[in-house]
Every structure is written in C-alpha cells, then in structure tokens.
C-alpha cells in the first residue's frame, strides 16, 4: 500500500505562481507514474500533469507553458509548479500514483483546495 500526502495549495491571485508537492511513502517499488488531478465544482475530474519512471512527462491542454511537473526520486516526492494562475484554475487538486495497467493499481491523496481570485 502506498501513501501520499500534499502539500500546497490555498489562495493566490490571478497571475500568481504557487507550487504543490506529493509525497508516496510505503510500497512504492509498485507506482510506474504520479500526477496530478482536479476538479472544479460542476466539473469531471481532469489529469493536470503526470511523470513517469522513465521521466516522461503529459501535462493537460489548458496547462500546457505555464504548469511543470517534477520529481524527487530520492524523497518518492512529486512537485506541481504552477505559473500564470487564471481563476479558472481554481479546482480540488488530487495527487495520484499508478501501476501498470496489469497490476491495475492506483491510489489518491486527499487533495488540496487550490484558488485562484481575479
């Protein structure tokens, strides 16, 4: 079992920067990528980022130039560096962690509140 925490999140207006962090601890040997979801009130739950063992990253359209994923592999931490924040980023943002799709693994931070005012 693999747990994550988040860390980030809160108020931050229009044109503001802030950062998100993930951190898995447990079985970890078992996450083949992490990323980052969210959600808006009304909205399905969209991936915002994702990085891979390999290092690959997939970021979402609407985040594409101004979110960076990264990680820290020595600390099992992933890191959401968001910039140019528009008020239509506010949303929940969920971290996730994922196996293989033959392990069908996959398991959710708590999410954090992120709001960005115009």
């Known amino acids: 079992q693999v747990q994550l925490v988040e860390s980030g999140g809160g108020l931050v207006e229009a044109g503001g920067s802030m950062n998100l962090s993930c951190a898995a601890s447990g079985t970890v040997s078992i996450i083949t990528a992490m990323g980052w979801y969210r959600q808006a009130p009304g909205n399905r739950q969209k991936l915002v980022a994702s990085?891979?063992?390999?290092?690959?990253?997939d970021y979402g359209d609407s985040v594409k130039g101004r979110f960076t994923i990264s990680r820290d592999d020595a600390k099992n931490t992933i890191y959401l560096q968001m910039n140019n924040l528009k008020p239509e980023d506010t949303a929940v943002y969920s971290c996730?962690?994922?196996?293989?799709?033959?392990?069908?693994?996959?398991?959710w931070g708590e999410g954090t509140q992120v709001t960005v005012s115009s």
């Open positions: 990085i891979r063992i390999d290092g690959k990253t």
């Open positions: 996730s962690a994922w196996g293989t799709r033959l392990s069908g693994y996959k398991d």
